[in-house]
């Protein structure tokens, strides 16, 4: 089968198309033909850094839509041929992926293989963002960086769809800012001084909830944002910053809260917990993230150039195989 991997860390020009054996799937496991697989900042951190590589050379992805074709041992309440979306471990630039059967999901009815590949990651992150660890309540004000990306799009959709109060974004680009109002955001600011203007639209007060994946100073000024008893949650480090640290003198004064999410660690160390969300999260009606690049397996390079050139917003997919018709 094709499959795309790097065999070093580096920019976009690594990751090479290459012929690679088709992966079995081992007890629990399924093996995906894959029509679509999503293209997520992870992959470039793992390209760049080796974030979450466990050894090179390395095929990126995590996650896909595609047909079962094969059921490891074990796995039951899915066949061969169904239609599904799956996170993966890695491997998803490819023909063939192996996943752990708790983190494949039958297609609901009417959403297609394209759309489907766009929301494994995304919608359970945005969903465990806010209320696993963010604790949202209704009519409680929100602020989210990045709001113009894939967690961005759906984070703004799911917090207009749980009440919030106000949902304000955070993003690089006036561009950027136009394209997130659409998607549930009642105001988008840029990031050089978003401390100051959330400040400014919240009348002082500051908002409730704010989620971050940039990290470093930019989590630091998150900080600042956040009313009495206001919660943030960290979720990346887009800005590769050295990891961050707080404690009694930045949580004390205003009885701030942090917490943290990592999909994969949860896949990891509770999968039956992310089923059980991912679940309540596809249950959310209306949620769209739209397409805004589609790419064709052996061109994941140009992908990464569009994601890494800090212009594109929605999803990014890679057309993979005929099975997306
Ligand atoms: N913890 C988890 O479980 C989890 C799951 C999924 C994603 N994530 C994290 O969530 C973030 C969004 O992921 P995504 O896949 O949906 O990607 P994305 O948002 O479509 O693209 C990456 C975004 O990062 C922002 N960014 C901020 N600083 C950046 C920098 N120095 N270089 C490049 N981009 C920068 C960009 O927004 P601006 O240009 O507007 O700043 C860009 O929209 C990433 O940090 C990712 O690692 C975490």
């Known amino acids: 089968m ?40 992870a992959d470039l951190k793992a ?7 466990p050894s090179l050379p390395f095929v990126p992805g995590l996650e896909v839509s595609g047909r079962i074709r094969a059921l490891g041992t074990g796995v039951t309440g899915l066949t061969v041929g169904q239609e599904v979306a799956a996170l993966t471990e890695g491997g998803a630039y490819a023909e063939v992926a192996v996943a752990d059967a ?29 209320h696993s660890v963010g604790r949202l309540r209704a009519g409680e004000s929100v602020l989210v960086q990045g709001a113009a990306g894939g967690v961005g799009t759906v984070a703004g959709q799911l917090a207009r769809a749980a009440g919030a109060g106000a949902v304000y974004g955070v ?13 549930g955001y009642d105001e988008v600011v840029l990031a050089d001084g978003f401390g100051s203007a959330v400040r400014e639209l919240t009348g002082g007060r500051g908002v409730d909830l704010a989620l ?3 990290g470093g100073d930019t989590f630091r000024e998150t900080l600042g944002t956040l009313a009495v008893f206001g919660r943030a949650v960290s979720f ?15 949580l004390y004064p205003a009885s701030l809260s942090v917490g943290g999410f990592s999909i994969l660690n949860l896949a990891k160390t509770a999968p039956q917990e992310l089923r059980a969300l991912a679940e309540r999260a596809f249950a959310v009606p209306g949620v769209e993230l739209p397409v805004t690049g ?20 929605g999803k990014l997919l890679l057309r993979v195989s005929s099975v997306a018709g």
Request: aromatic letters at 8%.
């Open 2 to 41: 094709r499959a795309v991997r790097f065999d070093e860390y580096g920019g976009p020009e690594v990751l090479t198309t290459v012929d690679a054996d088709v992966p079995e799937p081992g007890p629990g496991q399924v093996a995906i033909d894959i029509a679509y697989a999503g293209v997520n900042f």
């Open 47 to 53: 390209r760049s850094e080796g974030y979450r590589v």
């Open 102 to 130: 708790v983190t494949v999901f039958p297609l609901p009815a009417g959403l297609t293989l394209r759309a489907a590949a766009t929301l494994p990651t995304v919608l359970p992150t945005a969903y465990a963002l806010l």
């Open 171 to 183: 993003v690089s680009s006036a561009a950027k800012a136009e394209y997130a109002r659409k998607y």
């Open 212 to 214: 971050d994946p940039v």
């Open 236 to 250: 990346g480090n887009a800005s590769s910053a050295p990891a961050w640290q707080v404690g009694q003198p930045e």
């Open 294 to 313: 589609e790419f064709a397996l052996s061109d994941a390079a140009e992908a990464h150039r569009v994601m890494g050139s800090r212009t594109s917003t």
